[in-house]
């Protein structure tokens, strides 16, 4: 048979589809009750042996090697590999018959004794097997591999098939917010939901997406932080809260940035930007020390150490250091033309607070490579955070870097409402200047506000970029299981 040969072999499993049928075999039963994972056989294996015990387990056929009347193979599940042994003359002449027509990418739930080969491989004996799936595309590692990072993202599952380091980033994503979710409820923080469609998206400085409601007959926001609406319950009473919250912010995609995103945001009544930097540098240290059993990790080539207690640098002594900016003397003219000196390309509109992110991003954040906290940034670009008392330019905020990444962000809360209306005022004005990342004025957390909210500290730590540091991964999307990605094209 001649043409391509995905198409042929394609072809060729629906005749074997069909041949199953002819033999009386249903091709896709319905279930199969486990007695062990391929993880407990190995886990197990001098017991099992010794007592004979038959185990029941199930994956994918990975590999087939057909010997006459035997044949081996691969049975993969979510733990691993196994090889599998059927022989004729244990299976009897029909059901031996069923293994001619299948193939590997096909699913099978096995029965019977564990052992090993004279080469020393550890082996299940089939004694007795349910078909549980007819796969019926060729696995891509078979013509051309799985390595294009487009087909990778856009079918993930024959990534986490085929490539068992992809399913260990997942399962060390999932271990990190579990780990996560222990600290803190020790802790006595309460873990809630806040709504991800919103009136009036606000947390952050970021450009939303929008949607439209049919019932209600009004537009509404995907929220791009939960902030707003975590600060109202503490208003409430909720002394501790968190959330390990889905955020969206209508912006470019990168290997720092997804769309859609995943923060742990958390509050403490009565605390501060101090608080914070406590409890971020015993969170993110123990939990680390919880799964990896070191404080020590490599990243793309960088040894990063997590042993407390971590560096802090203040931010505008940062950039004067590297770049001879003032970033709270020096006028936006003087600014715009040091920052020519240095070679930094800018743009006409970019206020103060713009040249700061972009001097941090450019000069100062390339040698944060283990834990630091940069602490005082310019309260222009921090709407939510309380002012220094000894410098009320600066707000008591800081935020984390790690392998010269942003990880996380806090501050001492604006529990003023007289204040924060005055900054969410000045967010409009830069709204209507066409700042489409500047906050809205939300008048019913400024009504909450009214009612009292305690000193509070504050907390938002990037999920996806701390699971990339560990994962020792380059790209957000990576770790993300399903990343947005444009339509794919014929």
Not at 16 to 23: A, D
């Amino acid at each position: 048979m001649e043409g391509d040969p995905v198409e042929v072999e394609t072809s060729e499993k629906l005749e074997k589809l069909q041949e199953l049928r002819n033999l009386g075999i249903e091709p896709y039963n319905g279930r199969f009750e486990k007695t062990h994972t391929v993880l407990d056989i190995c886990n197990h294996e001098a017991t099992l042996i010794q007592s004979e015990a038959r185990v029941r387990t199930a994956g994918r056929l990975m590999a087939i090697r057909r010997h006459g009347k035997a044949l081996f193979a691969d049975l993969q599940d979510h733990t691993g590999r196994i090889q599998i042994y059927v022989k004729r003359d244990v299976l009897g002449d029909d059901r031996f018959q069923v293994f001619r027509v299948i193939d590997v990418g096909d699913l099978l739930g096995v029965e019977g004794k564990v052992f090993r080969t004279h080469a020393g491989e550890l082996t299940v004996l089939v004694e007795d097997f349910v078909f549980l799936g007819k796969c019926l595309r060729p696995l891509p590692e078979k013509w051309h591999g799985l390595r294009d990072v487009e087909v990778r993202y856009r079918k993930r599952y024959l990534d986490l098939i085929m490539n068992p380091e992809v399913r260990s980033i997942f399962l060390l994503r999932s271990r990190l917010i579990r780990e996560i979710r222990a600290f803190l409820d020790e802790r006595g923080f309460v873990e809630v939901e806040t709504p991800m469609m919103q009136v009036i998206p606000g947390g952050a400085l970021a450009r939303p997406f929008k949607t439209f409601h049919n019932a209600l007959g009004m537009e509404l926001y995907l929220r791009i932080a939960p902030e707003l609406f975590l600060k109202r319950l503490v208003v409430g009473g909720f002394e501790k809260v968190y959330e390990i919250n889905r955020n969206f912010r209508n912006e470019g995609i990168s290997v720092r940035h997804n769309p859609e995103f995943t923060m742990l945001e958390l509050y403490e009544a009565y605390g501060n930007y101090e608080t914070m930097m406590r409890l971020c540098e015993e969170l993110l240290s123990s939990v680390i020390l919880r799964i990896l059993g070191t404080y020590t990790i490599t990243y793309q080539s960088m040894a990063i150490d997590f042993t407390p207690p971590w560096r802090r640098l203040l931010l505008p002594e940062a950039i004067r250091e590297k770049t001879g900016i003032d970033i709270l003397e020096d006028s936006l003219e003087i600014i715009r033309k040091k920052a020519d000196e240095l070679g930094m390309p800018w743009e006409v509109h970019w206020d103060r607070g713009k040249f700061v992110n972009e001097l941090l991003e450019r000069f100062v954040q390339p040698e944060l490579i283990h834990p630091t906290f940069v602490l005082d940034y310019p309260v222009e670009i921090s709407p939510l955070a309380k002012a220094k008392k000894d410098n009320p330019r600066l707000a008591e905020r800081f935020e984390l870097f790690i392998g010269q990444e942003e990880i996380g962000n806090a501050y001492s809360e604006l529990n003023d409402p007289f204040e924060q209306r005055r900054r969410f005022e000045e967010q409009a004005r830069k709204r209507q200047r066409g700042d489409l990342e500047a906050h809205f004025i939300d008048e019913d957390y400024l009504e909450a506000l009214e009612y009292g909210m305690p000193p509070t500290g504050g907390l938002g730590i990037g999920i996806d970029r701390l699971v990339m540091l560990l994962a020792d991964v380059p790209s957000i999307r990576e770790v993300i299981l399903f990343p947005l990605l444009r339509p794919a094209r014929d």
